[in-house]
């Protein structure tokens, strides 16, 4: 399995009594695939804009046993209403006392993987808070995420950092990808530059998309904002929280560049209903 992959799949061993996933912008439903795999017992339902994927990820599942399908919606409200059911179901179908916290015995998560800086790029405000008031009304148990993260570490100037501003200087001098870069700094908002030590992140994050590098430009890696402020007056909150910089992406990165990244890039969080 591919490092990415396996690192997308942090939350199945923190969650043994998850008993059924959505994952919101499955594409091709290569991770629902690979969910299958290792917890075949696990009910899974998918969502995506693009109906493209959403055909690909409903024919990876074609050949399978009717209750081992994935279900794939194209449109949001369907996929919500979906594990709103299922969250009811979950939680009515156990024999225990309704004073009692569902949370206890329910099993139903929404996943959203390296989509959620998509959503903050290309939304509004006001959009953003809908959707979480929206994901909190179907009384799902686990908010999953996993994305590009830059958090709490401020605006520094790379040159802060000396011996990775000293690297970064020396692989942009190679010319290598001056075009890239180039781009990449013209679609930057005014009075932003490689030279803060987010932005030139970003960029060493960024910069291996060529076949997509368009839409990469489009797109905001650090978009996240915290969500811990966010979902806590929904009713969640993290149990799990890893504010961290994959070994993998460490290794391409020191690989193509001799760069040592001295930031965290990802966040691998679960908010739990209180």
Known sequence: MAHGLEH??????????????LDWGCADGTLLAEVRKQRPEILLLGHDTDERMVDQAVAKF?????????????DAPSALEALRFTAEWAYRGRKVPFSEPARQYGGTGILFSSVLHEMYTHGTSAQMRQHWKD?????????????????????????????????????????????????FNASLPCGESTMEARIATEYLLKYPFVENWERELEEIYFALPDLRPVLAPLGYEPVYWNHHCPDFIQERIKKDTSIDIPFNTHLSAIFRRK
Not at 8 to 13: A, G, I, M, N, S
Request: glycine share 6%; with cysteine; proline share 5%.
């Open 8 to 21: 997308k799949l942090f939350f199945l061993e923190h969650l043994p009594e998850l008993e059924a996933l």
């Open 62 to 74: 074609d050949g399978l046993e009717w209750n081992k399908k994935a279900t794939i919606w194209e």
């Open 135 to 183: 994901v909190a009304a179907t009384g799902v148990d686990y908010i999953v995420i996993r994305d590009m993260f830059w958090g709490p570490q401020g605006d520094y100037l790379l040159s802060e950092y000396p011996t990775p501003y000293c690297q970064f200087i020396k692989w942009i001098a190679k010319g290598t990808h001056s075009a890239q870069l180039t781009e």
